[in-house]
T-cell receptor, first 111, second 114 residues
Framework: DQQVKQNSPSLSVQEGRISILNCDYT??????FLWYKKYPAEGPTFLIS?????DKNEDGRFTVFLNKSAKHLSLHIVPSQPGDSAVYFC??????????FGQGTTLQVKP | ETGVTQSPTHLIKTRGQQVTLRCSSQ?????VSWYQQALGQGPQFIFQ???????GRGNFPPRFSGLQFPNYSSELNVNALELDDSALYLC?????????????FGSGTRLTVV
């Protein structure tokens, strides 16, 4: 039972354009959502998070949108840079410290 | 301020053996969680430790066990290794057991069971 799903295994965008990564969840008890970025041979690095009481959170080039009625969240990266190329994981939590991760989306930003 | 460090970085074990993986939490962090990441998948929550007690467990059998020490470092022990236990094992620490804020991952231990 996959409670958090990232249905796009990969995404390729041109440098300077917008990258949109999507994530769907099924458990309505989730109250906190996070995005992580992972390079090969490194652990996941925290990017941005959002509480279920909000519908948008912005940090520099990164914005996360939450649509609770659709149980959907997305990460927007504007403008995309080649250094953003990595695997992106969304994660959800109903209990602090216990994160449920999606399968990940590999983002490639082409120069 | 040091981050989360894990050892060893790579390990090869034979089916049926036992393995111990180690994690040093980030300074000031008293809560540690362990995750298993199989190839091509997202990390899966194994368990969490707070003040040396297990504080939540995912869907893993009892042969997966852990310890947290007074200095907040931690061990993950896996008995009777199976081929499917081959994965990247990640440790994450946080300053509060009641928040996801500041949740920091180590680089992981790559375990191969042959």
């Amino acid at each position: 039972d996959q409670q958090v799903k990232q249905n796009s295994p990969s995404l390729s965008v041109q440098e300077g354009r917008i990258s949109i990564l999507n994530c769907d969840y099924t458990n309505s008890m989730f109250d906190y959502f996070l995005w992580y970025k992972k390079y090969p041979a490194e652990g996941p690095t925290f990017l941005i998070s959002i509480s279920s009481i909000k519908d948008k959170n912005e940090d520099g080039r990164f914005t996360v949108f939450l649509n609770k009625s659709a149980k959907h969240l997305s990460l927007h990266i504007v403008p995309s840079q080649p250094g953003d190329s990595a695997v992106y994981f969304c994660a959800a939590s109903a209990s602090p410290g216990k994160l449920i991760f999606g399968q990940g989306t590999t983002l490639q930003v082409k120069p | 301020e040091t981050g989360v460090t894990q050892s060893p970085t790579h390990l090869i074990k034979t089916r049926g053996q036992q393995v111990t993986l180690r994690c040093s939490s980030q300074s000031g962090h008293n809560t540690v969680s362990w995750y298993q990441q199989a190839l091509g998948q997202g990390p899966q929550f194994i368990f969490q430790y707070y003040r040396e007690e297990e504080n939540g467990r995912g869907n893993f059998p009892p042969r997966f066990s852990g310890l947290q020490f007074p200095n907040y470092s931690s061990e993950l022990n896996v008995n009777a290794l199976e081929l499917d236990d081959s994965a990247l094992y990640l440790c994450a620490s946080s300053p509060l057991s009641t928040s996801n804020y500041g949740y920091t991952f180590g680089s992981g231990t790559r375990l191969t069971v042959v």
